[in-house]
């Protein structure tokens, strides 16, 4: 079984606000409140391609991840390990994140992409966002009959994340608003 939905979201801000937030969204201390499931992030290695344009990031994320106490006791661990692989393209004003899973891969895979484009309706001043997740627990045979409940939950948990996400950037997008004006928040 699978588990996959999509979202899309439109920020009232322009592109290269909304990717600047994307990048700080990990670091102030009041998004790490909000966002207190991501325990860790490590950026691994960048890269600047001058002839493209492009901008390439790597990322280690450690994300805590309860789940129901019996999946807890099969895997062992509440902590996951993800990477999350960035390309900037400057040129065409667009940003492609694509995180996976590295830990618990025997018993769930998950994939999330997401991307931020100017709005078709007001590039100057909106940005859309297209989040696709995909999550698939590997059932073992004596569990298959839950896998469909443990990805309807897990579906549930992020779903709910990508809330918390969405906040922390509006709330960082109006504070670089502010911040180019002049103002301070």
């Known amino acids: 079984m699978v588990k996959a939905y999509t ?6 801000h322009p592109w290269e606000r909304v ?3 994307s990048w700080r969204k990990f670091v102030d201390k009041e998004n790490k409140r909000i ?5 860790e992030v490590d950026t691994l290695n960048h890269s600047l391609d001058s002839s493209s344009g492009k901008l390439c990031a790597t990322r280690a994320i450690t994300i805590h991840c309860p789940g129901p106490w019996f999946v807890r ?22 940003m492609q994140l694509i995180s996976r899973n590295i830990s618990l891969q025997k018993f769930i895979e998950v994939e999330e992409k997401t ?7 007001n590039p100057a001043g909106w940005t859309i966002c297209r ?12 569990l ?3 896998a ?38």
Request: charged share 30%.
């Open 148 to 185: 469909e409940k443990v990805e309807q939950k897990c579906a549930e948990r992020f779903l709910q994340n990508s809330g918390k996400s969405r906040e922390v950037m509006e709330r960082i997008c109006k504070y670089l608003e502010a911040e180019s004006s002049g103002f301070a928040l």
């Open 35 to 39: 966002l207190s499931h991501i325990l």
């Open 144 to 146: 298959a009959s839950m």
């Open 115 to 121: 991307r931020y484009d100017p709005h078709p309706d």
């Open 19 to 21: 990717t600047s937030a």
């Open 7 to 12: 979202q899309e979201y439109i920020y009232k």
């Open 73 to 94: 006791k099969i895997v062992g661990q509440d902590i996951c390990h993800c990477l999350e692989s960035t390309v900037v393209d400057a040129r065409s004003r667009s």
């Open 131 to 142: 989040q696709e997740t995909s999550i698939r627990i590997k059932p073992l045979s004596a």
